[in-house]
C-alpha cells in the first residue's frame, strides 16, 4: 500500500572513501542527519571495519570479541538515532597489503569497486523490511565517482559529500582554465605564476596549486580526481565541507553553478556519543597534558597518510629541543618513506626529552586541540586538521606534503593569517623549526586564530550560514525525495 508523503522515512546509504580522513567528516555528518530524523545505513569495507575492530578491543582493553562483535553506532543508537552499520567487500582480501599496493588499490576503487557497491544496493533495496515506508537516497563522498550509475539504476537521489575547501574544488573543476592558459599541464621550465582566471578564486600562485597538478604524468591519482570532478555535475546536492564566510567568493561562485551548500564544519557533530572512528589505536594524552600549563604545549601531527623523509624528522627533532618547549608528537608507524623501523627518531632523542615531549603512535585529535595546555598544532594541513584546530582556536605551523595540503597552507599562512610556515625555503631547518616554533607559542596568531574559532562556531548556530544552509539542504533533499517515484 502506498504510503502518504509525510509517512514515508528518507533513508541515506552513506558510503565514504575508505580512509581516515574522509571516514571521520562522513560519519559526523551521518550522526548530524540522523539526529535530524533521517534513517542511516553506514557503509563499510570490511577491512576498514577490520581495522577500526582492532583499535576498538585495545582501546577498551577488550581483547576477547570478534569483528563482528563491533557496530561503531551502537552508542548512537542507544540515545535515539536510527543509524544502522554494513560493511561490504573492497574486492581485496583482509591481508592484502593496501599500502604497499596502494595504486593498484586505487585503480580497483576507481574501475571495479562499482560492482561491489551495486550488490550491496541490491541487498539492502530487496532486504528493506518495509519498501514502502522508505526512500533510499545515496550520500557519497565526491571521490566515489561511481555514484551517477548506482543513483541512475536504483532511482536515488544522489548527494555528493565533498571533504576539502571550496577553493580546490573550484580549481580541479575548471581545470579546462588551467589547461587553456598553460598551467595544467605544468609547463616545462619551472615558472612561478599567479592564476587570475579562476572563477571565485581569488589570485593563487602556481606554487599553490594541489600537487598532482605540478606532474606531468597522468597517475591514479589524477584519474581519481579529473573522473570525481567530471561525474559531479550529475549530483543533484553537493555539499562542502567548509564555512561560506572563509571561502567568501569560492561558496557563492560555486553556488552559481552547481547545486552547492557550505555545511561545515560538520567534524564535531558526533562529539556528546561515544563513538569509534578511529582506525589506529589511540593513546591517552590528556592526563599528560593537564599536567602543563596553558597553552604550552606544541601539537604534531601528519595525518593519516603523510610519508617523510629521515632526515626530516631529524630537523624537527632538532628543532623542537633547541626551542626548548613542551610537545606532544604522533609519530606513526609508517611516517618514514620506506623504513618500518619501530625508531625513526634521532638516537637520545627521547632521553634528551625528558618529561617535556610525549611521542605517541596515535592519538585522540580532537581531544587533544581541545585541550586548554595546547598552544600550537605543526600540521600537514590535511583540510580535517586544519578545521579541528580552527575549531579550537590553536594556530598553526605548516608543513604541507601532497594532495591538497599546499593549497590548504596557502589559506591558512596567507588568507587567514591563523598561522607560519615551518619553513621558507626549500629545505627543512632545526634552526628555523626552532624560530617558527618559538614565535607561534609566544602567542602570534593567537588573536587571529580565536577570531575564526568564532566565525566557525557562528556558521554552527541557529541562524548561522551552516546550519541555515543545511536546513535548507534538509528541506529540498526532502522535496526532491518524495517528488522522485
Ligand atoms: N587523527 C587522529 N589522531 C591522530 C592524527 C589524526 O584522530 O593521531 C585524525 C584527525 O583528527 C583527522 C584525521 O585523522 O580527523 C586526519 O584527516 P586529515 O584530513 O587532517 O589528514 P589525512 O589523514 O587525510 O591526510
Redesign the pocket.
Known amino acids: 500500500m502506498a504510503q502518504t508523503p509525510e509517512l514515508i522515512k528518507p533513508h541515506a546509504i552513506v558510503i565514504p572513501v575508505p ?4 571516514i ?1 567528516p562522513l560519519v559526523d555528518l551521518a550522526i548530524n542527519l540522523a539526529s535530524r530524523g533521517f534513517t542511516i545505513t553506514f557503509v563499510n569495507t570490511e577491512f576498514v571495519h577490520h581495522l577500526l575492530s582492532k583499535s576498538h578491543k585495545n582501546y577498551s582493553n577488550d581483547s576477547t570479541g570478534t569483528d563482528a562483535d563491533t557496530d561503531i553506532f551502537s552508542e548512537a543508537r542507544k540515545s535515539g538515532l536510527d543509524i544502522r552499520y554494513m560493511t561490504m567487500s573492497d574486492g581485496f582480501p583482509l591481508d592484502f597489503d593496501r599500502e604497499t599496493n596502494v595504486f593498484e588499490f586505487w585503480e580497483y576503487l576507481l574501475e571495479g569497486f562499482v560492482v561491489q557497491v551495486d550488490e550491496l544496493m541490491e541487498n539492502i533495496v530487496k532486504s528493506c523490511d518495509s519498501p514502502a515506508l522508505y526512500k533510499h537516497f545515496l550520500i557519497t563522498d565526491t571521490f566515489n565517482s561511481w555514484h551517477p550509475k548506482i543513483a541512475k539504476k536504483y532511482n536515488m537521489v544522489n548527494v555528493s559529500f565533498w ?1 576539502q575547501p571550496a577553493v580546490v574544488f573550484a580549481l580541479e573543476y575548471h581545470l579546462d582554465h588551467l589547461k587553456k592558459n598553460g598551467h595544467y599541464p605544468p609547463p616545462k621550465e619551472n615558472s612561478d605564476d599567479t592564476i587570475t582566471y579562476v572563477p571565485g578564486v581569488d589570485p593563487i600562485s602556481t606554487k599553490d596549486l594541489m600537487s598532482f597538478l605540478h606532474e606531468t604524468d597522468i597517475t591514479v591519482v589524477h584519474k581519481l580526481v579529473f573522473r570525481a570532478l567530471e561525474q559531479i555535475e550529475n549530483a543533484d546536492f553537493i555539499l562542502l565541507n567548509t564555512v561560506q564566510e572563509l571561502e567568501p567568493k569560492t561558496v557563492p561562485a560555486l553556488n552559481q553553478i552547481l547545486p552547492t551548500c557550505a555545511i561545515g564544519p560538520v ?1 564535531f557533530s558526533s562529539r556528546n556519543i561515544k563513538i569509534s572512528k ?1 582506525l ?1 589505536q ?1 593513546t591517552e594524552c590528556t592526563e599528560w597534558l593537564q599536567s602543563k600549563p596553558p597553552a604550552s604545549v606544541l601539537y604534531v ?1 601528519f ?4 610519508q617523510t623523509t629521515k632526515q626530516v624528522i631529524e630537523e624537527i627533532a632538532q628543532g623542537l629541543l633547541l626551542a626548548d618547549i613542551n610537545f606532544i608528537w ?1 609519530v606513526r608507524k609508517n611516517i618514514v618513506i620506506d623504513s618500518d623501523a619501530t625508531n625513526v627518531l634521532p638516537s637520545g632523542f627521547e632521553r634528551k626529552m625528558k618529561e617535556k615531549g610525549l611521542i ?1 603512535p ?5 581531544s587533544v586541540l581541545s585541550n586548554p595546555g595546547i598552544g600550537g598544532f605543526l ?2 594541513c ?5 578545521l ?1 584546530s580552527m575549531w579550537h582556536g590553536v594556530p598553526m605551523i605548516c608543513y604541507p606534503f601532497l594532495y591538497d ?1 599546499p593549497t590548504n597552507r596557502k589559506l591558512v599562512v596567507d588568507d587567514w593569517k591563523i598561522g607560519t610556515n615551518l619553513c621558507d625555503g626549500e629545505s627543512v631547518t632545526r634552526d628555523e623549526v626552532a624560530g617558527k616554533i618559538k614565535r607561534l607559542m609566544c602567542g602570534e596568531f593567537r588573536e587571529e586564530s580565536k577570531k575564526v574559532r568564532t566565525v566557525l562556531r557562528n556558521s554552527l548556530d541557529a541562524g548561522g550560514s551552516s546550519e541555515k544552509n543545511l536546513v535548507r539542504f534538509v528541506e529540498d533533499l526532502k522535496a526532491k525525495i518524495h517528488a522522485s517515484n
Not at 595525518?303 to 603523510?306: E, I, R
Not at 596515535?362 to 580532537?366: K, L, V
Open positions: 580512509y581516515q580522513g574522509h571521520n571533504t567534524n578511529s589506529i589511540q601531527s595525518g593519516s597518510l603523510a604522533v605517541v596515535w592519538c585522540d585529535q580532537d600540521t600537514h590535511g583540510w580535517n586538521s586544519v579541528e595540503q
